[in-house]
């Protein structure tokens, strides 16, 4: 079975501080991971994947596979960050599983 | 738009009626994925396409639903005798491989 989990519900970061969302995963084989975000009243859209090792709107993951984690980082935040943003994961079949999702909020 | 396409955008609808949704992907992707959201909640996994073939099948998804792809297009997800906990955002996506799914707007079901 492929599980992801997102601790937290929501992530209140003052303009300009540090963003970390959490992503834990777990899956027998060989995992993708992304993150999607969802902006208001927007499609859920893709953010980034481990395996291009990119880093989209300031964004980085690192795919932790010792400790099946996935954390999304930005070293400041910045207002039009804020959104809901979903961990991902793809194993047998490409099926997409997803976490249950973090707000992050950004108060100016 | 040349995204994934879903229709229509809002259902309303009795209790006990059935409903059919429909998904347009990308047309160069063969993979097609059928999600379910509530409030609070991530996507869920309903079903999943790999072309015309229905490859797995969620447990969510009860004798009730069931989704087709005839000819490896588009798909459509019906709900039949539509029940109050029905009630949801339906989103579909559709992929060509590794590079992650790309989901339409969903539609947004109502039962009453």
């Known amino acids: 079975a492929q599980r992801v989990t997102q601790p937290e519900k929501l992530l209140s970061v003052f303009k300009g501080a540090p963003v970390e969302l959490k992503c834990n995963y777990s899956?027998?084989?060989?995992?993708?991971l992304f993150w999607y975000v969802q902006y208001s009243r927007q499609r859920l859209q893709l953010l980034l994947r481990?395996?291009s090792r990119e880093s989209i709107k300031g964004f980085t993951a690192d795919l932790n596979k010792g400790e099946t984690s996935f954390h999304l980082k930005k070293p400041f935040a910045q207002e039009e960050d804020s959104a809901m943003y979903y961990c991902?994961?793809?194993?047998?079949?490409?099926?997409?599983?997803f976490g249950t999702g973090t707000k992050l909020q950004v108060i100016p | 738009d040349t995204g994934v396409s879903q229709n229509p955008r809002h259902k309303i609808t009795k209790r006990g009626q059935n409903v059919t949704f429909r998904c347009d992907p990308i047309?160069?992707?063969?993979?097609l994925y059928w999600y379910r959201q509530t409030l609070g909640q991530g996507p869920e996994f309903l079903t999943y396409?790999?072309?015309?073939?229905?490859?797995?099948k969620s447990r969510l998804l009860s004798d009730r639903f069931s989704a087709e792809r005839p000819k490896g297009s588009f798909s459509t997800l019906e709900i039949q005798r539509t029940e109050q906990g029905d009630s949801a955002m339906y989103l579909c996506?559709?992929?060509?491989?590794?590079?992650?799914?790309?989901f339409g707007q969903g539609t947004r079901l109502t039962v009453v």
């Open positions: 899956y027998s084989g060989s995992p993708e």
């Open positions: 396409f790999q072309n015309e073939a229905q490859l797995e």
């Open positions: 047309s160069e992707h063969n993979r």
């Open positions: 996506a559709s992929s060509s491989g590794g590079g992650g799914a790309f």
């Open positions: 991902a994961l793809t194993g047998g079949y490409q099926k997409v599983t």
């Open positions: 481990h395996i």
